[in-house]
């Protein structure tokens, strides 16, 4: 990427799901792809993905297309997946547990390594293969994981705490799955999923009754 | 709401996050907020939030505010929060039994009241205080249920499939979380949670080493 060009967010979004359709077609033993084909797999139209690619210099060849292997390569080496990036749990509930459990982040090169809890029925436990630590101790253990992304799956009114206690344990790229609104320095990442939020948006769009 | 005003989904999605925000504000006995308290809670600048009110007529009053009941109960309305919305579950994996436990979902009014799957393994059991049903039986079940909200947690290969059985039991609004990117009918809403996406998008900022 060439220097001080920023990348939209939405482009990044889309390269991650480039990556996931581009995944799949390898596991089909598919060679080549067009723009055309992401626009049927993905609804994302051939413009604009060659669009989003050229933030990145020159990908595929007029009339041929992409080779599948090369552009998951090369998308993979863009997104920081070509090699496993381990992960930090916070919140050992049942959402902590199905995510430790889920496939798809194993599949894409992330590793959940450390589950922490405040809880002390559940510290020393273990949820899947992890030991459940206690929160408290979260800057030591990070200090020899060196995780750089967490994960938080506490309940609304923790969030904030445990974020910050995250930034002091030097991790600043946090996936929030709590419904709260963390307020952090600048610098520090934040991508919020709140199921409850999506369900909103699709309930505005029911039909009066 | 005028008639013919189409709403901008950004605005449907900060309307959900005042919400919350509201919610949260309810339950510590707040009894008026300003826009300016809205952007310290949230983030989002009070412009901002002023503008996504005016899409639905006239709120707070200059230089006292919001009443916090008052705006919870309209958006409220507005994302046809005010009574229990039923939402039926596909899937009764790790994920999904965790999202029927989920605290956040009740507390929002949205009540998952059936689940679905097509392991013989798992049809006929409980899933929480939920007994697991056949998903080939979701036509004639949701004939009496009557849910219009349905959610997906099946592995990325079965997604579609499922997807369509779904709009065939009457269901199009749909919020999928395999990754996977479902092809429906242009009247079918489907709301995606990716978190291996999510995960990428914070993976692309961390620092190269």
Redesign the interface.
Known sequence: MPQGIK?P?PT??R???Y???LS?MRTRHVDTISSADIEE???INAAQFRKDLSYFGEFGRPGIGYKVDDLYARIGR????EKT?P?ILVGA???G???V?????R??N?QIVAAFDNNYNKIGKQLWDLTIHDISSIIEENGSLGA??AIIAV??QAAQDVAEMLVKAGIK???NFA???L?LPPDV?V?N????????????????N
Do not use: M
């Open positions: 990348v967010t990044l979004e390269l991650a799901t990556f996931t359709v799949d797999r993905t609804g863009i997104l920081k997946l990036q992960v509930g049942n959402l547990s199905a995510l459990g889920y496939p798809a982040l599949a894409e992330f750089k992304i309940p609304a790229n946090i996936l419904p709260a609104v307020r990442i991508r999923v709140d199921f409850v939020q999506e369900l909103a948006v699709l309930s505005f769009h029911l039909p009066a």
